[in-house]
């Protein structure tokens, strides 16, 4: 097990794929480790890029800071980790909390990126998302671990993945709360509530960039992604049908698909990002469709979009 | 070297000697928090972290009382240095950077309650198929779950405005003692055949 070195904390990352090959770097969700990319892993090697993994500081087995995690631990990490892949295409992808890190990351650094898919994201704290956040941070120091793992199942995942697990949860819950320590998980969480918004930036952001949200994400909904479509000029904004905020753990086959043909169309020079709006097919292989003109993408009945 | 406790008896339970050894170490370390805490603890509350202050003496106290009644005690030998190594480390300890002798008192025992209620998780250590109403299962679970609620004292005097000046001093002292209490910790499990992460390094 591979570990980065950054101050006195280590980053325990991992590292699969041919060194001449397109990589793609991968970021957790708050609640996340990187063994939940998996089956990313076996999707994208198999389409022939390298793809990198790792546990954020505070997170699996990556060091636990005890007090203060601040985000620009988390981008110097990354910065660490893209390091390590040479100078070949590097594509970023993360989702929630790591689509914020990504974010950054390419704000910061994005002459080391060729591709960003920002997942069910945020460039900043609507009051809705900031009191979502301080609501789950209060269920996280009340309830414990596995109280905001109950709080975000239900929140992030569809009937159709809860409905099978219904009387297996705690399993399902139980290496999610093995490796998250509370005190690490408040940490991370506090991080996050106490970002700049990263909206005036974004704008600086110039390679392709393809934001994914699920169609019923209901912690960070249409508009939030709206706000990376509208300000990041090589960006195209894909729905994600029937999908929630967690559509990454529910739809990894579909996801991983779209990942690899995004970067595909990037690496041979067809991807046009225009800001437009799509939907996703609903399996892995499906053709994406233009989302209808003269609708409103930011609703969830077909209302006639306003004429510019 | 196993992740969990155990192996299990037929009835789900966690084996004595196990028990014991899991459970002098939680006596030792909450029980020595909670003579501190009696011992700062004034006659007649005066400011409402006063009022905290007799809570986590009441929850400290009510963390040892439970283990010493839920716990299947067995003579254990080698206890005796073990406990006398961990007493040896509750001792309040010198805290660089601060001045003010009360305030880093308060650092000082913060911290370590910091380390304590974060870095300790007994129930962690169960196995899945361990008994749900066994008192000593049902104790550890109680323990991690009390000192999450515990930890929030103080992260809240650790981050607060006042130590702002002394920022840097506390998170190294924090980063130490949780170092500290995380290989007690680890010691006392790998006796008795339990193999955990020692929090921020890489054994094993």
Redesign the interface.
Known sequence: MP?LSHG???IRYELDGPADAPAYVLVNGLTQYSELWATYREALLARGFRVATFDLLGQG?S??????ISQDDHVAALHLLIGELGGGPIFLSGISFGGLIALRYAIEHGDRLVGLVPMSCFAELSPQLLLLGNALRTGL??G??SYLQDLLLPMNLSDQWLKPLLDTLD?VK?QG??VN???AL?NLMESFLAFQPLTPRLSSIAVPTMILNGEFDFLTPRSLHETLRVEIPDSSLVIIPKAYHAFTLEKSALTADLLARFADDVLAGRWQGNRSVWIAPEEAGGELTPFPPGYDHLRAIPVRAALP | MSRFLGPLDSEGRIPSHQQTRVAAFLVSAHGALARQYAMALPIRIEAAWQAELNAQFYRESEIVSLLQRATSWVPDIALGYMAATWETAWFPKPFEGVTNQPLALSIELATRAHAIHAGIRPAALLPVDANANDPFVLALRRIEFESGRLLQAQILFLKSESLVPFRDAVSTALERRHAEVRTLWAEALESVGIAIRRGNDRNP
């Not at chain 1, 060091?63 to 203060?68: E, G, I, R, S």
């Open positions: 570990f006195s904390y280590q087995v060091d636990k800071p005890a007090l203060f120091i009340l414990g671990t399993s139980r709360w093995l320590d509370l005190y408040q």
